[in-house]
């Protein structure tokens, strides 16, 4: 039980890598808050699956790009387990297009989520994550593939792993920051509008000639939100089966 008694915030958590991320945790002893933006029926039932293996874990919907919700979400959490212990910013939205062809909406949702979100995330943890935590956020391999119509999104969790860096410096209080980056993962966000051609592709780029499974990923969340990883901050830690 590497986690126990500790409590968890899981960003975007109610499907996809984050929900294996709260269920790997929650196996391991921790205490999760499912946070969603509106997806309350996934939620609750990432809850319920957390609880039925004996688990301790809630709902709270929160918005990240919002600081007013961000802060809500920090103290609801506190008001229900006493503390927070680790950060996991999974919460992300993609959006693929090639740049000339992209919105000024399609920019300011990503950068809205992907990186005013980590923002206030973390604002709000440097005043409210317990001494000696643990922060992860979640990047991507794509900042380092420059695939077409992967610009903004890239262009975000570049923004991500770059506030990572700084903020590990800054935070102090025996706290730990690093970023998580995955490679392509077989999620319903990351396959969505591929076609079977693409998929294949990507398959062969790595060494195992498959996609990531959430659980793949959910594995070195683990280790990164346990003590075991203390000495490792300020580092993007690539998940992607030797894609690079």
Do not use: C
């Not at 957390?50 to 709270?60: E, T, V």
């Amino acid at each position: 039980m590497k986690l126990e008694n500790k409590v968890v915030i899981v960003t975007g958590a109610s499907r996809g890598i984050g929900q294996e991320i709260a269920f790997l945790l929650a196996e391991n002893g921790a205490k999760i808050v499912v946070n969603h933006s509106n997806s309350i029926k996934d939620a609750d039932a990432t809850v319920a699956k957390i609880k039925s293996n004996g688990g301790n874990a809630i709902a709270i919907k929160a918005d990240v790009s919002d600081r007013i919700q961000v802060t809500q979400l920090f103290d609801q959490t506190i008001e229900v387990f006493g503390k927070v212990d680790v950060l996991v910013n999974n919460a992300g939205v993609m959006i693929n297009k090639k740049l000339k062809d992209a919105t000024e909406e399609d920019f300011n949702k990503q950068f809205d989520v992907n990186v005013k979100g980590v923002f206030n995330m973390l604002q709000g943890a440097d005043s409210k994550l317990s001494d000696n935590g643990n922060i992860i956020n979640i990047s991507s391999t794509t900042v380092k593939l420059m695939f077409p119509t992967y610009a903004l999104y890239s262009a975000s969790k570049a923004a991500v792993e770059q506030m990572t860096r700084v903020f590990s410096k800054e935070i102090g209080r025996g706290i730990s920051v690093n970023a998580l980056a995955p490679g392509p993962t077989e999620t319903e966000l990351f396959l969505n509008g591929k076609s079977e051609e693409f998929i294949d592709k990507l398959k062969s780029m790595n060494a195992f000639d498959r996609l990531a499974q959430p659980i793949d990923i959910a594995r070195v969340a683990l280790f990164l939100a346990s003590d075991e990883s203390k000495w490792i901050s300020g580092q993007v830690i690539a998940a992607n089966g030797a894609l690079i």
